[in-house]
Nanobody, 125 residues
Framework: VQLQASGGGLVQAGGSLRLSCSVS????????VAWFRQAPGKERDFVAH????????DYEDSVKGRFTTSRDYAKNTVTLQMNSLRPEDTAVYYC???????????????????WGQGTLVTVSS
């Protein structure tokens, strides 16, 4: 299973970006997919999660109402729509996938067996 994250770039505060996580080698239908981010000098943190089969999603508090993750079965892809971006959203964003994710560990990096390479998002003030 391989994950390819894309869509990062430079955007002004208040702008939008759409990240994509393309999955190959396995259908996304029975996976959970999460987004994590790592800001310079900081640890990697949970951002968002989707249980693909049910469409259940949840988000880290600071991105609720601004970020939306969704699935695209036809493209075997999960996306992260990021609106109202802030300078503090600047980070390398990673997508991760797993087949054994449960509700209690969905925000934990160790729950995900497959990782993409990361895409850089820079938000200027």
């Amino acid at each position: 299973v391989q994950l390819q994250a894309s869509g990062g770039g430079l955007v002004q505060a208040g702008g939008s970006l759409r990240l994509s996580c393309s999955v190959s080698g396995r259908t996304i239908r029975n996976l959970s997919v999460a987004w994590f981010r790592q800001a310079p000098g900081k640890e990697r943190d949970f951002v968002a999660h989707i249980k693909v089969s049910s469409g259940f999603t949840d988000y880290e508090d600071s991105v609720k109402g601004r970020f939306t993750t969704s699935r695209d079965y036809a493209k075997n892809t999960v996306t992260l729509q990021m609106n109202s971006l802030r300078p503090e959203d600047t980070a390398v964003y990673y997508c991760a996938a797993g087949s054994s994710v449960v509700h209690s560990n969905r925000a934990s990096q160790t729950a995900y067996a497959y990782w993409g390479q990361g895409t850089l998002v820079t938000v200027s003030s």
